[in-house]
């Protein structure tokens, strides 16, 4: 929505994110479905190729340039980054955020594929936390045409340790999943409800009590 004027008090979701990352000194963790902050026009896979570089900065292009700038910078500034996303899109999937970690061991990038645990589903949270502190909550995707092109919707809670912690304890968790090994911590049982058979982590409340894990 290049065109559209902003609403007066109303913030821009990639002025948020790069505000964020520009601003962490001690940690930042992300969550995303995908990464695309950075166009392609040059690829012929991608379905950013073929615009100019005026028509791509008309449409918004370069604020994801920005964001994924301000979490580079940030990585520079030693700044201990954990990125979590699903398994990304074609024809980029993860090469951005495994850019970012590369050869810096204050970043780390992992995928969780939540069909190797529940059968289906992905991760679709996109979420924010700076500093232990700062948090934002929305539908953007890491892709400058989210920030750009779609109509999207977020809340930026600044200077909110205690929701802050709320979330860590999601982010955590999902991080934590993402360091096991699928097939020992799964398994298939019965939904008696819908008469099918689930696969589901073996703390699922689908598992009796006494045969869940800790």
């Not at 990639?14 to 930042?28: E, F």
């Not at 700044?79 to 074609?90: E, P, T």
């Not at 924010?128 to 953007?140: F, P, Q």
């Not at 929701?163 to 049982?189: G, H, M, R």
Request: glycine letters at 6%; hydrophobic letters at 40%; a positive charge.
């Amino acid at each position: 929505m290049p065109h559209l004027s902003h609403v007066p008090g109303v913030l821009s979701t990639g002025d948020v994110l790069r505000w964020m990352a520009a601003n962490a000194t001690r940690r930042l963790d992300v969550i995303a479905q995908y990464w695309q902050l950075l166009a392609s026009p040059d690829d012929p896979r991608s379905g950013d190729y073929g615009y100019t570089q005026d028509q791509m900065n008309k449409f918004g292009a370069h604020q994801g340039a920005a964001v994924y700038q301000a979490l580079d910078d940030a990585a520079d500034r030693n700044v201990n980054i954990r990125l979590l996303s699903h398994s990304g899109v074609y024809p980029t999937f993860t090469l951005e955020p495994s850019k970012l970690a590369s050869g810096r061991p204050n970043v780390k990038n992992v995928t969780l594929l939540l069909k190797d645990w529940w059968g289906s589903g992905i991760v679709h949270a996109k979420v924010w936390i700076s500093d232990n502190r700062d948090v934002y909550i929305g539908s953007a995707n890491n892709d400058w045409k989210s920030l750009t092109q779609v109509k999207e919707v977020g809340i930026y809670l600044a200077g909110c340790p205690g929701i802050a912690k709320k979330v860590e304890i999601y982010f955590n968790n999902l991080w934590t999943i993402a360091s096991f090994n699928s097939s020992a911590y799964t398994k298939t049982v019965m939904d008696q409800q819908w008469q099918v058979e689930r696969k589901v982590p073996c703390w699922s409340h689908f598992i009796q009590p006494r045969d869940r894990c800790k």
